[in-house]
């Protein structure tokens, strides 16, 4: 299946309703790295990923996704679901006790489509390493992808996991960062630098790529691809994707407030004025 990229901008448009309407729903999750990470997902999952029919936890001959930045669970869950993972109307459940669909992923839940319990912040490259390193294993040559936070990359065990990607060249990985600057307490060159990223990744023997427009359809595709061509070569690859925190909604955009904090209906009319509905609310 290949859509073109004016298809991916709608299904984009239509992800960032839902994810608007789920966390104003039950007033509370995680908006703004959500929208931030609308297009990545949506292009990643519809467009890049070579995928089997169905869901299941193995994942073998398939590429496999694990997100590291669970709290982004709202754009997760919409992707997931409009890729048919799981009925559309599911996400009505976002949020409420006893449902699959829990603030933060879960596999205890059986959600289709998740493979790591995420949420606590550091973990999911250390899990991708394991993922990738079994399918070299099985003589299986997909690949394993990631996303993850820039906050996220201040725990310790992220660069435990980088070195030993490194160090044993895991390069059937390719590890995206959402390179937004923010987050959940203020912009991150204040609350704990990251210095000089791309440098730090390389000395840890990893292949780096950059994209500015980390909200461009077409640029995340021209990455992605750039990024599965730099596969095989001894390295693992990542991609520092600038992003905008809060996408698409212009009172949500150049702040980190929205990082965790659910629209009022006054503000969710606005923010859905600003993104009409293209293939059906659920
Ligand atoms: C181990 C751990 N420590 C702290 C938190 C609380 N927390 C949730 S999101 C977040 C900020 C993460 O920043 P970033 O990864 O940049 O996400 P963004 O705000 O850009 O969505 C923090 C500190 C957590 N979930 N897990
Ligand atoms: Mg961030």
């Known amino acids: 299946m290949s ?19 789920m966390v104003h729903a039950v007033n509370s999750g995680h908006p703004g790295g959500s929208l931030g990470c609308a297009e990545f997902l949506v292009t990643l999952y519809n467009e890049v990923m070579d995928l089997k029919d169905g869901f299941d936890m193995d994942g073998k001959d398939e590429d496999i996704f694990f997100l590291s930045n669970g709290h982004i669970s709202p754009v997760f869950y919409s992707v997931l679901a409009r890729r048919g993972y799981f009925p559309v109307s599911e996400l009505a459940t976002f949020r409420k006790l006893g449902t699959r669909l829990q603030g933060h992923p879960t596999t205890h839940e059986g959600l289709p489509g998740v493979r790591v319990a995420s949420g606590s912040l550091g973990q999911g490259l250390s899990v991708a390493l394991g993922a990738a390193q079994a399918k070299k294993l099985n003589g299986d040559k997909h690949l394993v992808y990631t996303l993850h936070g820039d906050g996220e990359l201040q725990e310790g065990q992220i660069w435990e996991a980088l070195m030993y990607a490194g160090a044993k060249g895991v390069d059937n990985l390719i590890s995206t960062i959402d390179y937004n600057g923010r987050q959940i307490d203020g912009d991150t060159k204040d609350v704990l630098s990251l210095g000089n990223l791309k440098a730090k990744f390389e000395a840890f023997g990893w292949i780096v790529l950059e994209e500015k427009q980390g909200n461009d359809i077409a640029a995340i595709l021209k990455v992605l691809q750039q990024a599965k061509s730099e596969t095989g070569k001894g390295k693992p690859v990542a991609i520092l994707l600038h992003t905008e925190m809060g996408n698409g909604v212009d009172f949500m955009m150049g702040t980190h407030a929205w990082h965790g904090k659910a629209p009022n209906d006054e503000q969710l009319e606005k923010a859905l004025a600003q993104n009409p509905e293209t293939l059906g609310d659920y």
């Open 3 to 21: 859509k073109s990229v004016e298809e991916l901008k709608d299904l984009t448009t239509q992800v960032r309703r839902d994810i608007l309407r």
